[in-house]
């Protein structure tokens, strides 16, 4: 059973570029959820995805979008990128459920360099 | 803002010394608690968590408590190993909202 795979695994592009960071989460999974975690620093949340909505958002800026396909994968879209964008981002599956206390699981990460 | 504050690191222990990492919260309500382990090159993996006071995580010989009295949850591990080595995350977890992190500890284990 695969678990939370990103692509690709790094990324270097140049202030100003676009670039766009993918995710397939756990089987069985319904819900995926983006992270920014900066060099030395805890995952700061970004957005989640359920049902192809953004369900919930960060304080990140509007440069910061996503989007959820019907099977449940995940893109991450940055544009106009900065120098302080660089970062791992992580993407991160779980399933609904009704208590509300679903199980985060992790993929390794897309790291981001902004040059 | 709900936040979570935890001791700076580096943490540099010996194997088998007693291992302490403390997390104190900040929550506008009554959260669900966790610690995630992140090792070299990999993403984060959930090592424990505690959803009402008192009650104690427990995972890898790792435990943590839930103290509402004094908003922590600190992680504890009696004996530590050279494959202890990682980051560890405190989190909180409001019902239905997304998860909060703390800054994170490195351990570094030496044999």
């Known amino acids: 059973d695969a678990g939370v795979t990103q692509s690709p695994t790094h990324l270097i592009k140049t202030r100003g570029q676009q670039v766009t960071l993918r995710c397939s989460p756990k089987?069985?999974?319904?819900?995926v959820s983006w992270y920014q975690q900066a060099l030395g620093q805890g995952p700061q949340f970004i957005f989640q995805y359920y049902e192809e909505e953004e369900r919930q958002r960060g304080n990140f800026p509007d440069r910061f979008s996503g989007h959820q396909f019907p099977n449940y994968s995940s893109e991450l879209n940055v544009n106009a990128l900065l120098l302080g964008d660089s970062a791992l981002y992580l993407c991160a599956s779980s399933r609904i459920n009704r208590g509300g206390d679903e199980k985060l699981f992790f993929g390794s990460g897309t790291q981001l360099s902004v040059l | 803002g709900d936040s979570v504050t935890q001791m700076e690191g580096p943490v540099t222990l010996s194997e088998e010394a007693f291992l302490t990492i403390n997390c104190t919260y900040t929550?506008?309500?009554?959260?669900?608690l966790f610690w995630y382990v992140q090792y070299p090159g990999e993403g984060l993996q959930l090592l424990l968590k505690a959803t009402k006071a008192d009650d104690k995580g427990s995972n890898k010989g790792f435990e943590a408590t839930y103290r509402k009295e004094t908003t922590s949850f600190h992680l504890e591990k009696g004996s530590v190993q050279v494959s202890d080595s990682a980051v560890y995350f405190c989190a909180l977890r409001l019902y239905g909202q997304n998860f909060v992190f703390g800054p994170g500890t490195r351990l570094s284990v030496l044999p």
């Open positions: 929550a506008t309500g009554y959260p669900s």
């Open positions: 089987s069985g999974h319904d819900t």
